[in-house]
């Protein structure tokens, strides 16, 4: 796996967000309505493909939630395999409850409140200070911000072999500024046009359009991408069909939701190159013979 260029994801791969943004999903349904999921069930929504924004992840099982309420008769492993079924994503979790009946769906959307969630979603991960640099206003809630909950995953180390040998990218889904505080934190200096955040145009992954630029900026042969869901290995697999003069390698990562044996089968399953441990493992694995 001779490589140019490398692009790493964020979330799960440089920094741990299990008690900071899945933290934040559960929490935000509960907050605004009373129920929630169960923490592991955010895998089964990045499972189904199409929420690289937490948001809207956030918005789907807040879908589930009041559904369930309304009179779907589905476990949550059911909800995300409909979702998954329908081209995953938004989109396809409406489309889903749709299968209630007309007046037991009107009730779901009087009271699917997607601003408010975003708000409350904020409010808990960025912290009562944060929030109001960042968003603008006072918070809905006070919190102390699930954002100081995110130890580092990668070594110093790593980041100096990565950027002495490649062109080293980053593709997320986080918002820029939080897209800094989280590169600031491990040491990795990235420039803005060798990253693509939630608040640039591309669209989010598993398309293959960022990966893809930044390749053509890098004016790299062979690139390989490193990410902690299925949607990661995924843009990998699109990139190369989009973009077929070059070679795109698809690394997954088993320090975000998918671990152990099961993780490294459905990375397997959905194309991936390579599995590695940690990110960590990936400059041994780039500079094997």
Do not use: C
Not at 193 to 205: I, L, S, V
Request: glycine share 10%; proline share 6%; net charge negative.
């Amino acid at each position: 796996m001779q490589v140019d260029a490398v692009v790493l994801d964020i979330d799960g791969v440089l920094v741990d967000v299990a008690d900071s943004y899945r933290r934040a999903i559960v929490e935000s349904v509960r907050h605004v309505y009373g129920r929630t999921i169960d923490r592991a069930d955010v895998q089964a929504f990045k499972d189904a493909g199409g929420f690289n924004n937490d948001w809207e992840l956030t918005d789907a099982a807040a879908l589930y939630v009041l559904a369930s309420r309304e009179g779907l008769r589905m476990s949550v492993a059911e909800f995300t395999d409909r979702i998954a079924e329908e081209g995953g994503g938004l989109e396809a979790a409406k489309s889903v409850v749709a299968a209630l009946p007309s007046v037991p769906q009107a009730r779901v959307r009087d009271q699917w409140e997607p601003d408010r969630l975003r708000e409350v979603f904020q409010a808990l991960y960025l912290g009562s200070d944060l929030y109001g640099e960042l968003e603008g206003g006072e918070p809905p809630i006070e919190a102390d911000g699930y954002i100081n909950d995110e130890p580092v995953l990668v070594e110093p180390e790593t980041i100096e072999r990565l950027r002495e040998r490649y062109d080293v990218g980053v593709v997320t889904g986080r918002p820029a500024a939080e897209a800094d505080i989280a590169l600031e934190r491990v040491g990795l200096e990235v420039p803005d046009d060798h990253r693509f955040t939630m608040d640039d145009p591309a669209p989010g992954k598993p398309d293959p359009e960022a990966l893809v630029t930044l390749a053509e900026r890098f004016d790299a042969d062979r690139v390989a991408f490193a990410g902690d869901t299925l949607d990661d290995v995924r843009t990998a697999r699109n990139a190369d069909e989009a973009d077929p003069g070059r070679v795109y390698y698809g690394v997954g990562v088993l320090t975000g939701g998918l671990t152990g044996e099961e993780g490294r089968r459905k990375y397997t399953e959905a194309g991936a190159d390579a599995v590695v441990g940690s990110v960590n493992d990936l400059p041994e694995l780039l500079e094997a013979p």
